[in-house]
């Protein structure tokens, strides 16, 4: 009888947990939901947490759940004011945007600094459609760690016209790294790379961040810096 009484209380708590839950949610607003800033990503744990423990435990009193709940909502409430208001506040509290793209070219310096692999920018574009670097005008991480990319205009598609292609450009080059499948796979050979390398100024891989080769075999390159090696 007592498991069935638990039971029942934590059924009830859900029922009546939920609908306040809802509440304090379109309290809170659009910008929670959709976009998870950090300040809101961690509210999220904690209101997890927090109906987490007051739903598996009985003998937690329901009624400081329900206050943590509606403190938690007026909190961000608060602290997205304040983001909005203060730019100083917003400047030490979020993250700022970061170019990680600009003319086709890697920024190198500023992926390190958010942490960001080759390999998920890359993917990010890739599920933008975009498979050919030099597509890209302008590609930055966004505060909520999403990407976002500006075409250089004649690769943007106009209104009414299907998307205009460059192709798929193959990389060759991760990180100083030669991908030697991908240069079988093309019927190419790492002596061919290293000519290509060379006419535009570079003595060897170790210098290329980036390096991609399209349908017509040019080869772009996106260097670890401006400079030559």
């Keep these: 009888m007592e498991i069935i009484a638990d039971l029942l209380k934590i059924l009830g708590r859900i029922i009546t947990i939920l609908p306040l839950m809802l509440l304090v949610a379109l309290f809170m607003g659009r910008r929670s939901i959709g976009e998870l800033p950090v300040f809101d990503f961690l509210l999220v744990l904690t209101l997890g947490a927090v109906v987490g423990a007051d739903i598996a435990e009985p003998e937690i009193n329901h009624l400081y759940t329900a206050f943590a709940i509606v403190a938690i909502g007026i909190l ?115 002596d061919w790379l290293h000519a290509q390398l060379k006419s535009q100024g570079f003595t060897n891989s170790k210098a290329v961040f980036f390096a991609a080769v399209d349908a017509d075999r040019q080869v772009h390159i996106s260097p670890y810096s401006d400079g030559r090696a």
């Design 76 to 190: 961000q409430k608060i602290f997205s004011e304040l983001s909005i208001r203060n730019d100083k506040f917003k400047k030490l509290t979020t993250f700022a945007p970061v170019v990680v793209v600009k003319d086709g070219l890697f920024l190198v310096n500023n992926l390190k600094k958010i942490n960001y692999s080759l390999e998920n920018i890359l993917e990010f574009l890739r599920e933008d459609g975009i498979f050919n670097i030099t597509e890209v005008g302008l590609a930055l991480i966004e505060a909520n760690g999403k990407l976002s990319v500006y075409r250089k205009p004649e690769k943007a598609p106009a209104v009414g016209i299907a998307k205009p292609s460059t192709g798929i450009a193959y990389p060759v080059i991760l990180e100083g790294k030669v991908s030697h499948q991908t240069l079988s796979d093309l019927n190419l050979n790492e």
